[in-house]
């Protein structure tokens, strides 16, 4: 019988721990745009305010103007799902994401 518990204890940290991984995949992306710049973006929880942030790095750099604040989880990984298609598409003459994002999305207001 400890055995049949140990593995069934077993099998339940391992589909947690996938679930975990599984999680936080969904909030990071790392890939290259169009001009060969490496970007990283990810989602973390700013615990002093509450709030959810999608920070962008571009060639290991933080770009804090390109932030974004939300209070809701879901709205940070949608958000970077969006910003990931952005920088993908992002046309070479452009060189922040203040060419295409509006003064209201980067206040949170869609």
Known sequence: MIFEYSTYTQKICEA???KLVSEAEKMQERFKDKRDRDIF???TKKASTNEWLVKVHIDGK??????????????AISTMAAMKERYINLAEKADTPSHFWSEKSKTGQV
Do not use: C, G
Request: glycine content about 0%; charged content about 40%; aromatic content about 20%.
């Open 41 to 43: 973006l990810n989602v």
């Open 62 to 75: 933080y770009d804090e103007d390109a932030t974004y604040y939300t209070d809701d989880k879901e709205d």
């Open 16 to 18: 947690y721990q996938q």
